[in-house]
């Protein structure tokens, strides 16, 4: 799975309530409309800014706190085509890849706003376009990769009929 | 062996539950099939329609427990018709585990005897890791996963690094097991457990009541932790009594003696000695950002509240009793309580408790998660500062973004409303 680009620089213990406000939950059942109250109070607006594939980039414990899966499920409605960070609240971690959302840890620091990226997955080989500099990061299990390929475990499972770990 | 690798109980109880050979390397996934399958209000809605577009019919009914804790009784008509919905399809697919009022769902598995020792639950709610209270591995999973653990009836896992902590010494008079979870959130912080599988050991640990450990283990889940574990002690065997049935409850004793040697055998990542501990209280807006209630003491609060699942039990709302007894709350404080549980409720109500919060002045809520998640019954309003035994205080999460929530021990909270500020409750409870 290879995704290119634009970086949207996010920092460090980011919550799931920063992502999507448990209100917002609660008066929207449709993700798609609820995709424009993405970062709502850190970043208004940015839904309408992201363009399909685009990646959000952070620091430590990205999307700590309450274990609301609506938090993957909007980032990924928004656009968002993966997620890169030091590393992510547990909860969120499977809540990603369960609804199809690409993750890769690795150290961001450097990392720019703006920055354009092509990220593969499979390989955890991230470019910075433009600058010629490459990092790696810790690819996921393959278990994980071909969910979060699939779309997510449902269609993973329609696919499959049953959980197939490799090896 | 590289410490974090280390096997433990949390690994020996998983291989008991996963398919296939495991190699016990972390980070590796494994399939498993849970016992039991937690599922609340929250999130029914979700399930529901997730389960209508996979067209599958639970096969394994008997493994769902199904709670009405968030949002009862409803605040809105949109949380009362899916309260009515909820009800319907519990009923349709004949769910025979459904607890609609009975409490937070936490204290009801506990309660029902679905915290089995060396059991693996998965839930849709994060504070499961109480389940380790009883030596029970509780997972927390999403809602999508909720609906395949209905449908295929397994999941999958990443094997966890391990972390180990030992507690020592006697909790001083005063100072209770959630004063002591807040210490150890103060200790690992956001990083140090995160995502790995933590058990505790320690006398400490060993004396702790089956309440206090329930609230133990589920303020464990803000340190971000895989799960937490502790050894079952007397209490929790006397607490299965009349629980579980004789002939399981032996069983289940015989198992786990058998798991006894699975403990690692190096010395304990960290080593805490509670004896001259004192009252701790986190501050906004992070449930890690704990302090000795010392360096608080003066905060002006405008509203307490006991109750949530690591504050709400028959020990909490005797302690308030405690702190309350023939005083009463001053008009410009508000304290909010709601027991844990229906069978916490009765208890309460019958050893005098209730009757002392309510001549002091108390608001007496039904058994559920009230407030602590926002979404209905005693909200604050902006500017209101809060001091709560729930578990999170994050901004927004119980009411206006402009509000500040402490968390404490409910003694603390008794003796900080009755203040108007927050304070050390020792001086309340002299014997």
Known sequence: MIIEGRVWRFGDNITTDAIIPAHRKQEHRDMVAMARFLFEEMRPGLTSEISPGDLVVAGVNFGCGSSREAAAAILKAAGVGGILAKSFGRIFFRNAVNVGLAVLALDTDGIAEGARLRVDFRTGKVQVLGTGEERWGKPLPRFLLEVAEAGGLLTYLKVHGDYRLSG | ?431
């Open chain 2, 1 to 431: 062996m590289r410490r974090g690798d280390a096997k433990g109980l949390t690994r020996t109880i998983i291989e008991r539950f996963a398919e296939g050979g495991v190699r016990w390397q972390t980070g590796e996934v494994v399939i498993v099939s849970p016992d039991r399958l937690l599922i609340h209000d929250a999130y029914l809605t979700d399930i529901e329609s997730c389960l209508l577009t996979v067209g599958g019919r639970p096969r394994y009914p008997e493994k769902v427990v199904i709670a009405f804790d968030h949002a009862v009784p409803p605040s809105t008509v949109v949380q009362a018709n899916s309260l009515v919905k909820g009800l319907s399809f519990v009923r349709d697919q004949g769910f025979p585990y459904s607890y609609p009022f009975e409490g937070i769902c936490h204290q009801v598995m506990a309660e029902r005897g679905h915290f089995v020792p060396a059991s693996l639950v998965v839930a849709t709610d994060s504070h499961i890791v109480s389940a380790g209270a009883f030596g029970t591995l509780g997972i927390a999973i999403s809602p999508v996963e909720a609906v395949e653990v209905m449908v295929t009836g397994k999941t999958w896992l990443t094997i966890p690094e391990l972390v180990e902590i030992e507690i020592t010494g006697e909790l001083p008079g005063g100072v209770s097991a959630k004063d002591l979870s807040l210490l150890l959130l103060r200790l690992v912080g956001g990083e140090t457990a995160t995502g790995k599988a933590v058990e505790l050991w320690g006398s400490a640990v060993e004396d702790m009541g089956v309440d206090g450990r329930l609230t133990f283990c589920t303020m464990m889940a803000e340190s971000g932790c895989f799960s937490a574990l502790m050894f079952p002690n007397r209490a929790v065997w006397e607490f299965l009594q009349g629980r579980l049935d004789d002939s399981t409850l032996e069983v289940v004793k015989q198992d786990f003696l058998k798991l006894l040697g699975s403990r690692a055998e190096s010395p304990p990542d960290l080593r805490v000695d509670c004896s001259s501990l004192g009252p701790q209280v986190a501050a906004p807006f992070g449930p890690t950002n704990v302090h000795d209630v010392s360096e608080l003491e003066g905060e002006r609060i405008t509203q307490g509240f006991i109750g949530s699942c690591a504050g709400g039990r028959y020990e909490d709302l005797a302690i308030a009793a405690q702190v309350l007894r023939g005083k009463r709350i001053p008009p410009n404080a508000r304290l909010i309580v709601n027991p844990a549980s229906r069978e916490v409720a009765i208890r309460a109500l019958r050893s005098g408790v209730f009757e002392i919060l309510y001549e002091a002045g108390a608001i007496i809520l039904n058994p559920g998660c009230g407030l602590c998640g926002g979404f209905h019954q005693g909200l604050v309003a902006d500017g209101d500062v809060m001091i709560s035994t729930q578990t999170r205080n994050f901004k927004g999460r119980s009411g206006s973004s402009s509000a500040r929530i402490f968390l404490a021990s409910a003694a603390t909270v008794a003796a900080s409303v009755l203040e108007g500020v927050i304070c050390d409750p020792r001086r309340f409870l002299e014997p």
